[in-house]
């Protein structure tokens, strides 16, 4: 039997073979394994920005009002075992041996040619784990796009949740808004319910509908909510009669929540009822590390794993919102595969300094290219090579008046995160 740490390194052994979107290998891996994705009930979300967070809320709303709810996502920031949960636990380790095991054995009883990717074994590893736990519910977070992601073998999810689409992955998805939300609505299934982000541009709109129109998919798209107060530890707003709680600072984990809440509503249609108090209490007991999460309150340390230019736009809001009077460090380290320099455009000229360094991922853009970009926007820019170090140099430069902003890169965020927490005593659930 493997150990924890040879399953982990099963998966990651598995990055040499790349992003390669399509259906065959997962699908003869699943085969290999029985199957185990046939019959899963599943709510299925893709989109660029705010998947994550859309799915925490629905896990923890289903958890609550007594679903067994399996949850996927991706990436993970401090374990592993992050991308596998139910009810809001990670996969314990014996299991993740034992679903890794069975997974690597049916790997190698497929023949030689077939390479399946790092998140196309961990995908099958899920699958095997939902069914054979009993979950009631998984959601299911798309890696990449959407008609050719690994998620989509699910023949018939319960809800097909579209969130915000914007400009990323475009070497792989397109480079038109029109071609990317195209491939996010491959998930949508004939007849499906469908919810989408209340805040998409025109022609995502257009292309949704379409695909809904043409597939007999029944679409819901929320009324826009309206955010009653807010501050950058979250906000409280009003839908459709019902005052919310959201844990998450700005109006677009506003819209997040109330993609959530309709998808919630969308399966209470197909026998799966959920209470105000379950629907109310999930949104506002929701917890999700690295988006706007506040790692001390004095100094001030945000840390976010904005990416990408639409969830680098919503960074940019929260800073003109409830940080225009504050002197900010930027410390940042992003993907070179990203769109650096518009990121940085947005972000660092309402930033004092910024101190560049570089993620420990291997797709991560060197720290000297990435303060070469940034001294277009900002006048003082350093370089600390050491992602920690380079941390701890933008708090002190914050000093006790000034915010430190720790952005760029969910990977980034991974490599920090835990030794903030310690650094500052932070409570971590």
Excluded: W
Aim: glycine letters at 10%; a negative charge.
């Amino acid at each position: 039997m493997m150990t924890y740490e040879e399953c982990v390194g099963f998966y990651e052994s598995r990055t040499r073979f790349g992003i390669r979107p399509g259906l065959e290998r997962i699908n003869a891996l699943l085969h290999a394994l029985g199957d185990p994705h046939k019959g899963l009930k599943a709510i299925h979300v893709a989109g660029t920005n705010g998947k994550g967070t859309v799915c925490i809320f629905l896990q923890n709303i289903l958890t609550r009002a007594g679903y067994k709810t399996g949850l996927f996502i991706s990436p993970y920031i401090s374990d592993f075992r992050e991308r596998i949960q139910t009810d809001g636990v990670m996969i314990s380790k014996s299991d993740f041996i034992s679903v890794t095991q069975r997974v690597k054995d049916a790997l190698e009883s497929l023949p030689g040619d077939v390479d399946v990717t790092e998140f196309e074994a961990i995908t099958a590893a899920a699958f095997l784990y939902y069914k054979e736990s009993g979950c009631d519910i998984a959601v299911l977070e798309t890696g990449l796009g959407g008609r050719l992601d690994a998620t989509n073998v699910i023949e018939d999810p319960l809800v097909c949740v579209i969130t915000s689409v914007s400009f990323d992955h475009m070497g792989v998805l397109g480079d038109s808004l029109t071609q990317i939300a195209g491939e996010k609505c491959g998930i949508i299934k004939p007849g499906c319910k469908v919810v989408s982000s209340p805040a998409q541009f025109p022609e995502v709109i257009d292309v949704i509908k379409a695909v809904c129109l043409e597939r007999e998919a029944e679409l819901c798209v929320p009324d826009e909510p309206a955010v009653v107060s807010g501050d950058i530890a979250g906000s409280v707003m009003e839908y459709r009669g019902v005052r919310f709680r959201v844990p998450f600072p700005g109006a677009h984990q506003a819209r997040n929540a109330v993609t959530a809440v309709e998808a919630i509503r969308a399966i209470g249609k197909l026998g799966y009822p959920v209470g105000d108090e379950a629907l109310t209490a999930g949104i506002a007991g929701a917890e999700n590390p690295a988006r706007t999460e506040i790692i001390s309150r004095s100094p001030l340390v945000i840390l976010d794993g904005s990416h990408n230019t639409g969830s680098v736009e919503a960074l940019r809001a929260l800073v003109r919102e409830y940080l225009k009077d504050k002197d900010i460090t930027a410390v940042v380290s992003m993907m070179a595969d990203k769109q650096v320099e518009d990121c940085l455009e947005k972000i660092l000229p309402l930033c004092g300094r910024a101190v560049c360094t570089k993620a420990s991922n291997p797709r991560a853009e060197e720290a000297e290219g990435l303060a070469a970009i940034a001294r277009r926007y900002c006048t003082d820019v350093s370089v600390e090579p050491d992602p920690f170090e380079a941390c701890l140099k933008g708090i002190a430069a914050a000093g006790e008046d000034g915010v430190a902003l720790i952005f760029g890169s969910l990977y980034f965020a991974g490599d920090v995160r835990d030794r903030l927490i310690a650094r500052f005593n932070k409570a971590d659930s």
